[in-house]
């Protein structure tokens, strides 16, 4: 066991500091669209500096990050409060499956579009009849001559507003059992086909859609991974779904409990033993959350894959958070709950964090059934 | 960063486990505590393996390894839930060696690491210490009374076999009057070798809530109710994902807690609250969900995962249980967060 970081790590880790530091954007404007331009500029710094998408193969423009290093990336951005990259679904999602399934001609066109940021990526998956199920998707593309006709709705779609290509899956054989009948897109957004419906959440933004296709149009050459291996190539992105993020939301799970922590203290509130219990009980679920990620860590790096405890990091994530912002809000008085306090929005945005990416329930029956070894839910 | 035991280290676990599923299976276990009984010649064996003195400093008879060692044999001995002296002796050891002078050392660590002359610490007020961890056969008791430590030699401190809902452990009330010589104090670092004692006692509590965990599932898979097995059903399977969930968030907090004490010193005191926090509430939690899952069996003295929820009890609460550890850890945090701040 060495839980210390070796030299070229800790050099990673001080330039990429150093560099957030000369370069850090500042705050993030209120205002969504706004918000959305501050982050893709910040993310064609990045890119400018070679530091957008580090966990990419340097063939493809990245920096061959480890994944400790993809670690520490996260983390560094995490502890300077700088933002995500405007096209998070891109270098997370898009990128790494046009790696693996793309052929030579689409991992030329797309990546490095990605990676700037010039071209943004959302993830059509989800529909409002295929949730957790999403295996039974309804959404139909059909031949015309060299093209497909895609009609459906999709659902739940972040950035899908400022999006150029989104990540497409449909029906394309409808007798087929139906993890076989999928096929795989690359779907061009700005088109008559494509409608973009803001869907406004419990915080009141709008940071998903609803997305209508009416004959949209994908030229064959769009199909990503082959006709009908739809369902193996969305795995991909899945997979890909949960790696990597959980050091940098832990990171910013830390930053808010160290400023509800100070503030409490200032306030005396800390003197109170329920309050410190519960703030403790918090500190302890926040820093098991870091050690259990560096543990999947090392298991993916020495036997290709995380042990049972990879499946855990975004339950443990999703729960801490959602229990630090509820009690943040209660613990700090109601005037957290007013207009311009930060808790009382980062507590309802947090309702959310045990649905997105994969709800708790479907993460205990992944667990029971390939971790465990439990026979198949009834 | 690599967050897994060298080879040598999962050689031992390996060997730990094999050992103990002859030696401590659970029919020898139902026996020791049915009789309330150690089997002796099982504590033999683990001293002539050397398991002992596995993290006592070579110049005292041990074998110099780490805490991380010490802890793997915790975790595999809670695993079996073997009976005998050896947590007590080696959070003893811990104290001692830690926290005692060179003439301490000399003069205990040897039966320590031997297993010939054993050790016991527990939390004492006034004096008296209730329910000591096999005291009643050891040579040397550490009482540790707020932030300092006493070393009593057995004769000089009236020890009183107390049962406790725990029969796989023998338990003594220790008081030390005052008339008598009163013992001698550790006038080292007391808080530092205590963590490192939380540590290992926190492994014990992973390796019984790794153990009840299986036994769980396994029962899940097999028993039928409507046709089916019961783990098909999601109260149940999402019951024992909750119980993975557990044991695997101690078992990160533990692991890291014995790599601080053994790598750096300057994390071992949050690492350890953190660690004993977690692994109370882990044992705690998962051995009472495995009797649930278990079902009305389960409520039964014949089942035997009742053994493992008593002795998650009793250490549990052994070196202040969780509520303790919650506070110190945000009273460190919150320390070094003003440090930081007025920097």
């Known amino acids: 066991m060495d839980l210390t970081f070796n030299e070229s790590e800790s050099a990673f880790r001080n330039e990429l500091r150093a560099w957030i530091q000369a370069n850090h954007p500042g705050d993030e404007p209120a205002g969504e669209d706004d918000g959305y331009a501050f982050r893709r500029d910040w993310q064609r710094q990045l890119y400018e500096a070679g530091w957008a998408a580090v966990h990419w ?65 959302c993830q059509g998956f989800s529909e409002p009849e295929a949730g957790s199920d999403f295996a039974s998707l309804k959404s139909k593309a059909v031949r015309d001559g060299d093209d497909w006709l ?61 997305l209508f296709l009416e004959n949209a149009r994908i030229p064959a050459a769009n199909v990503l991974g082959g006709e009908g291996n739809g369902w193996t190539v969305a795995l991909t992105t899945l997979m890909n779904e949960r790696a990597g993020l959980a050091f940098g939301l832990q990171v910013a799970m830390k930053v808010a409990l160290d400023e509800l922590t100070e503030e409490l203290a200032a306030s005396g509130k800390l003197d109170d033993p329920m309050i410190a219990d519960e703030l403790g009980s918090l500190h302890i679920k926040c820093e098991i959350l870091r050690l259990t990620a560096y543990r999947g860590l090392t298991a993916t790096m020495k036997y290709g894959q995380p042990g049972p405890e990879g ?50 329930e479907v993460l205990k029956n992944i667990i029971a059934e390939r971790v465990l070894g439990l026979p198949r839910k009834k | 960063m690599n967050f897994d035991f060298t080879e040598d280290q999962h050689e031992i676990k390996r060997t730990a486990r094999e050992l103990l599923a002859k030696r ?55 695993y079996a839930l073997a009976a005998s002296p050896f947590l007590a002796n080696a959070l003893g050891g811990l104290m001692i060696e830690h926290a005692g002078s060179d003439e ?69 009330r220790v008081s030390v009057s005052a008339s008598a010589s009163g013992g001698e104090a550790l006038s080292g670092d007391v808080a530092s070798a205590l963590a490192r004692a939380e540590v290992a006692l926190s492994a014990e509590m992973v390796g019984i809530a790794q153990r009840t965990q299986e036994m769980a599932i396994e029962y899940a898979k097999e028993r039928k109710q409507f046709d089916t097995p019961i783990g098909a059903f999601q109260a149940i399977s999402h019951r024992c994902a ?91 945090t919150a320390a070094s967060l003003a440090v930081a701040g007025a920097s």
Not at chain 1, 73 to 86: C, D
Not at chain 1, 174 to 201: C, N, S
């Open chain 2, 24 to 78: 401590s299976g659970l029919e020898q276990l139902r026996e020791a505590a049915e009789g309330e009984a150690y089997d002796e010649s099982l504590f033999s064996e683990l001293r002539e393996l050397g398991w002992t003195g596995i993290a006592i400093d070579e110049q005292y008879g041990g074998a110099g390894l780490g805490v991380v060692e010490l802890m793997i044999l915790c975790e595999e001995l809670g």
């Open chain 1, 150 to 210: 895609v009609t459906g709705q999709k659902v739940w779609t972040s950035g899908a507003q400022y999006s150029k290509w989104c990540m497409f899956v449909a029906r394309t054989d409808f007798d087929a059992p139906k993890h076989k009948g999928l096929t795989y897109f690359i779907l061009d957004m700005e088109q008559e086909g494509v409608e973009v419906r803001p869907l406004r959440q419990i915080t009141g933004d709008a940071e998903f859609n609803e």
């Open chain 2, 242 to 332: 909750q119980m993975l969930f557990d044991t695997e968030g101690a078992r990160s907090a533990t692991y890291f807690g014995g790599w601080a004490a053994d790598a750096d010193e300057s994390q071992l005191a949050l690492a350890s609250a953190i660690a004993k926090a977690a692994a109370c509430e882990a044992a705690l939690s998962v051995t009472a969900s495995s009797i649930q899952v278990h079902g009305g069996i389960g409520f039964t003295w014949e089942a035997n995962v009742h053994w493992f929820f008593k002795r998650a009890q009793l250490d549990a609460a052994m070196l202040g249980g969780a509520s303790k550890q919650r506070a110190r850890v945000t009273a460190l």
């Open chain 2, 104 to 172: 301490q050392c000399a003069k205990w660590l040897p039966g320590i690491a031997s297993g010939e002359a054993t050790a016991t610490v527990a939390f004492a007020s006034g004096g008296t210490a209730e329910v000591v961890p096999d005291a009643d056969g050891a040579a040397v008791i550490v009482l540790i009374e707020g932030d300092s430590a006493t070393l009593v030699a057995r004769g000089e401190a009236e020890v009183e076999p107390v049962s406790t809902i725990d029969p796989t452990r023998r338990y003594a």
């Open chain 1, 57 to 121: 193969p340097t063939e493809y423009g990245g920096r061959d990050a480890t994944l400790v290093e993809a670690a520490i990336f996260n983390e560094e951005l995490a502890r300077a409060r700088a933002p995500f990259p405007a096209n998070v679904l891109g270098l997370l999602l898009a990128g790494p499956t046009l790696m693996t399934w793309g052929d030579d001609q689409q991992k030329q066109r797309y990546l490095d579009p990605i990676m700037s940021g010039e071209e943004i990526w």
């Open chain 1, 311 to 360: 499946s855990l990091t975004k339950w443990m994530w999703s729960q801490g958070n959602q229990e630090l912002m509820q009690f943040a809000t209660q613990a700090l008085g109601v005037q957290s709950l007013a207009g311009g306090s930060s808790w009382g929005r980062a507590m309802l945005r947090s309702r959310g964090n045990s649905i997105e990416g994969g709800t708790t």
